[in-house]
């Protein structure tokens, strides 16, 4: 039974009928409703923390899901996933993945920037100033493009970055 079906969860239950409803309505092939399942599904195990199932839902999502942009979304979402475990390189990697196939996604610029000045608040905890100034300048970038797609957002991010060197 596809988790989406079990889950007691009542948003996740009325994002599965609202889904299913527009599934029907809506003109698409098995494929792309069988990869909105496995999508769907990840989302939920995401939701509770099960990452191996909700990665091995993603997978299955990327198989059969054609479309560049809801690739992206998945993707993304892969990235969320070893962003939280701790996998900086493997989250960056998939990110960049997400943001080939759709340049519009704030968030992960937000998420590559957050990842970049981690490493470099990691780079001076470890003395290397200038691997440090590095990676603070490339959150900086992802940071300024997080903004532009989304003015008013990231208000601390625009804060950090106005202080640390003012937009162009």
Not at 39 to 60: I, K
Not at 106 to 128: S, T
Request: aromatic share 14%; with cysteine; net charge negative.
């Amino acid at each position: 039974m596809p988790r989406s079906r079990i889950n007691g969860n009542f948003i996740d239950k009325t994002f599965s009928i609202v889904a299913n409803i527009l599934l029907r309505i809506i003109p698409t092939t098995s494929g792309e409703k069988e990869a909105f399942s496995y999508y769907r599904d990840g989302m939920s195990a995401q939701s509770e923390g099960n990452y191996a199932e909700a990665l091995q839902n993603y997978y299955e999502a990327m198989r059969l899901e054609i479309d560049p942009y809801d690739r992206s979304y998945i993707l993304y979402n892969i990235g969320l996933i070893h962003t939280r475990n701790g996998e900086h390189t493997k989250a960056l990697e998939y990110y960049f993945r997400a943001l080939e196939r759709n340049p519009f996604l704030p968030q992960a610029f937000n998420n590559m920037a957050v990842i970049c000045h981690y490493r470099g608040e990691q780079a001076i905890r470890q003395g290397d100033s200038e691997i440090a100034e590095a990676w603070f300048d490339q959150a900086a970038e992802y940071w300024k493009q997080a903004i532009a797609l989304t003015p008013g957002n990231y208000s601390q991010a625009y804060n950090w970055v106005k202080l640390k060197k003012p937009f162009e």
